[in-house]
Nanobody, 116 residues
Framework: VQLQAYGGGLVQAGGSLTLSCAAS????????MGWYRQRPGKERELVAG???????YYVPYVQGRFTLSRDNAKNTVSLQMNSLKPEDTGVYYC???????????WGQGTLVTVSS
């Protein structure tokens, strides 16, 4: 499986979830990895990214609430999401990306629903 995301679910506002992504070595090794979110009727957007060396990037509205990490030995990335808000609801996908954008085949994604 090239990219497989899991760990989503239904959680109340203020709660936490951890998403995980398993990637094939061919797409994971040496590449930036990111988590993308797609809300109904919206474009898929990058919310957090991590370089091969572990440098992280977060969009402002998740900064301080989400923590992204990667395990280069296992070809996995994890997104710890705390203090969840209803606006965090969406389908979350992982992918590798370059400056030109994501380049892997999109996997199935995992649904996160945050109730108010």
């Amino acid at each position: 499986v090239q990219l497989q995301a899991y760990g989503g679910g239904l959680v109340q506002a203020g709660g936490s979830l951890t998403l995980s992504c398993a990637a094939s070595a061919s797409i994971f090794s040496g590449n930036n990895m990111g988590w993308y979110r797609q809300r109904p009727g919206k474009e898929r957007e990058l919310v957090a990214g991590i370089s091969d060396s572990g440098k992280t990037y977060y969009v402002p509205y998740v900064q301080g609430r989400f923590t992204l990490s990667r395990d280069n030995a296992k070809n996995t990335v994890s997104l710890q999401m705390n203090s969840l808000k209803p606006e965090d609801t969406g389908v979350y996908y992982c992918n590798a990306f370059r400056s030109t954008g994501p380049f892997g085949s999109w996997g199935q994604g995992t649904l996160v629903t945050v109730s108010s």
